[in-house]
């Protein structure tokens, strides 16, 4: 089990440059850092993994869609674009020094089309699908992020997003789950995990609020019991977002600071993730 922080929690803006972040990481004792790519390109990848690894810090990475790189869309030009975005994006993440890709990118955050919510899910598999061969080309694994109902129609439970993964045929096509999401969603987030099995490829903790894990009502050590049944051995990463009027995070709606302090919320987590999730893997 390996045990990750979200830069994010500390950007501005997702351009920002992540080097003192990762000093802060590595301080903290974290074994890595996810990075989000909506602010990285092919000029600063190289670079930007030297960092991370110089200070003994593993790396993984998330990414998100636009509408105009829809891979459920009908228009057959809009879907080979979410192709190329996201070819880019898992080569990037090689260039990182990365071997994991996960976020939204079964489909665009925020469209709804629960009409076709059938045929997107099946269009969004056979797009996915074709990623299978530079994912094995660049030795990385894609995780479809399970979303709540206020973010996506399509991925809103851990069963609707393993399906789309299972369909795509791919073994490098697995699934995210979020606590945060399974929060809302799930009626038992623990079963989803063990239903999950196998295709469980990423992890994301984080309370009810999206702050410090261990702060609020929700249940982890139900979720690191369930872990442990699957036999998951990867990352436990805190996504969290605790900063209010943060333009990075400001179509999440934080309107409050959710913790006084993101250095010392990322302090009392790692202790917290040992503390829980040290003997799930």
């Not at 919510?117 to 992020?145: S, Y």
């Not at 998951?232 to 990075?248: I, R, S, T």
Request: aromatic content about 6%.
């Amino acid at each position: 089990m390996k045990f990750g922080i979200h830069a994010g929690l500390w950007m501005k803006k997702w351009a920002d440059d992540p080097a003192p972040i990762f000093a802060k990481v590595a301080e903290l004792g974290f074994d890595g850092v996810e990075l989000s790519l909506l602010g990285v390109g092919r000029d600063r990848a190289e670079a930007i993994g030297r960092q991370a690894a110089d200070l003994g810090l593993e790396m993984t990475c998330s990414t998100g869609l636009g509408p105009e790189a829809d891979p459920t869309s009908a228009d057959a030009s809009v879907r080979a674009n979410g192709l190329a975005v996201l070819t880019e994006a898992i080569e990037v993440t090689q260039m990182l020094g990365a071997r994991g890709l996960a976020g939204v990118v079964a489909a665009p955050w925020g469209v709804f089309d629960p009409a076709n919510k059938g045929a997107r899910a099946e269009r969004a598999a056979q797009t996915l699908g074709q990623l299978d061969a530079v994912l094995e080309a660049c030795d990385v694994t894609l995780g479809i992020e399970a979303l709540n109902r206020f973010e996506s129609d399509l991925t809103s439970t851990a069963a609707e997003t393993c399906a789309i993964a299972r369909a795509t045929g791919s073994q490098r096509i697995g699934v995210l789950l979020d606590s945060f999401h399974m929060n809302i969603e799930e009626k038992r987030p623990d079963a989803a995990i063990r239903a999950a099995g196998e295709t469980l490829v990423h992890y994301h903790v984080s309370d009810n609020d999206r702050g410090v894990p261990g702060s609020g009502r929700y249940d982890f050590p139900a979720d690191a019991q369930a872990l442990r049944e699957i036999g998951y051995d990867g990352w436990v990463v805190a996504e969290m977002f605790v900063m209010a009027g943060n333009p990075a995070s400001a179509d999440l709606n934080i309107w409050r600071d959710i913790e006084p302090d993101p250095t010392q919320a990322a302090r009392e987590t790692l202790t917290y993730l040992k503390e829980v999730f040290g003997n799930a893997g």
